[in-house]
C-alpha cells in the first residue's frame, strides 16, 4: 500500500480490512459516541470486511452489517489494515502506536473541552490531572493519527490549530497540501437514511396529564452542565399563561453508559420546574434512557425540539447531535445562539435562535413558533435541510479513505509529553468516588479497571 499522492479518482485496494473501535457502550440504549460508530462501521461494511469493537463491558449485540465483538481487542487490532477510533484508545494498544496500521481519529467530539464544562462539580485536582491526560492523549492522536474526522468547519480550525501546536505538520506535507485538506475532513454526525414513523405515541402512555392536541416542547437527549434547562422551564412558565396545555418533556434519563454519572443540573430542573408547580403538568422528565430505535416516537409526536445552552468554549466547538433528530424527524427549533447549529437554524430558517438565558425572549420565540404558519415554514425547512446530514451523504470521506488508505507523514520533532496519575489524585478520585456511589461505586470500577472476571456485572 503506498503513500496517498492525489486523491482524485482513487483506485480501491482488494480486501482492505477496517477496525472501528468505540469505549462508549452498544446496545438498544446508545449514546452519541457509541451511535456514530455503529454508523461509521454499517456504512463502510459495504465496501469493506469490517469489525466493530466496542471496549465498554457493558456492551450488548446490535444489528450492523459489521461483524460486532466486545473482547479480544488486541487480536482484531493485529486484523486490521484501518483502524477508525474514538476517544482515548492508543494507549491501550501497543500496535497502534507503531505506525504500521492506518489510523482515523474521529475527533467530532472535543474530550478536553467537553470536560472543562461537564466535571464543574469535581474536585480541582482531579479536573486538572484528568486534563492533563485528555491533552495529552489528543496530542498523541494528532501524531499518529493519519485522517481526522471533525464535524464541522468550527471543529477543523481547531484541530488544524493543535496539529500547529503539537508541531506535527511536517514543512513537506504542508507543502503539498497547504490547506491540511489530506490531514483533516468535515464529516457531521448523520441522521438515519430512512425516514421516521410512529407506531405509538408515547407522551400520551407515558406521561400523565399530557392531551393528544397538547403543544409538546421536546428536549431531545440528556441533561449536562453546560446546557441550560433552568432557562428554558422558567420560560414554560411563562408560556403557559398564554397557553395553558403547553408541555415541556426531558427526553433523555439516565444515561446508558453506567460510566457516565448523574449530572447535578438534572436535579436542579427538576426542584425548579417543582418550585413553580409545574412538575409533571406543565413539564415531565424521563427516568431512564429511550431505547435507540424508540426515539422516534417522540420526535414524530412532538411539536417543537427544543436545545438551550450556555456560551462557553464548549459552546463554540460543540455539534449537538439531537439538533440531527430533530432535523430528521422535521420539527420545526429553538435554540440558544453560540454554537454551530445557531447558525444552521438562523440561516435556513428552521426556528427561532434567542439569546443565552434571556427568559422572556425564549418566551416569545415559544409563542412564535407556535403559530401555526410560524410552525409550518420552519417545518418545511427542517424536512429540506435534514438531506444534508443523511450518513450514506456524511460519511463519503470515510469510505474513499477506506477504499484507497494512505499515510501521512508528521514532523519527527513533534512535542510529546507523558503525564502521570499521582498517588495523590487516585486517593482523591477514590473519595469522589465513594461520595456519589460509595462502597459498591469503588468496588465496580476496580473491578473494571482491573478487569476481573464479570467485572461488568459489579
Known sequence: MSTKKDRVNPQPFLFVKVLVITPDRLGPSMAGPAIRAAAIADAVSKQNETVLLSLNEASEQIVSGAKVVTTNGKKWVKWADVVIY????????????KGKKFLIADMYDPLHIEYLGSAANTS?????AVLSVTAASIGLQMRLSDLILAASPHQVTLWQSHMAAWNVIDPTEYDKDPELKNHTAIVPFGISNEDPT?????FLTNFVGIQKDDPILLWGGGIYDWFDPLTLIEAVNKVKETIPNIRLVFMGGKHPNPDVPVNKIVQKAIDLANSYSLLNKNVFFNEQWIDYNQRHNYLFNATIGVSTHYKSLETQFSFRTRILDYLWAGLPIITTEGDYFSDVVREEKCGEVVAQRDTQELANAIIKLLDKNNLENARKNSLRLREDFRWNKVLKPVLEYCANPYKVKKNPLALKRHPRKTPTYYYRRIGEIKREEGFAGIMRKTAKKLHLPGAKFY
Not at 86 to 97: D, S
Not at 124 to 128: A, C, G, H, W
Not at 198 to 202: C, E
Open 86 to 97: 474514538q476517544g482515548i484508545v492508543l494507549e491501550h494498544f501497543r500496535q497502534l502506536r
Open 124 to 128: 480541582m485536582y482531579v479536573r486538572r
Open 198 to 202: 410512529t407506531t405509538s405515541n408515547p
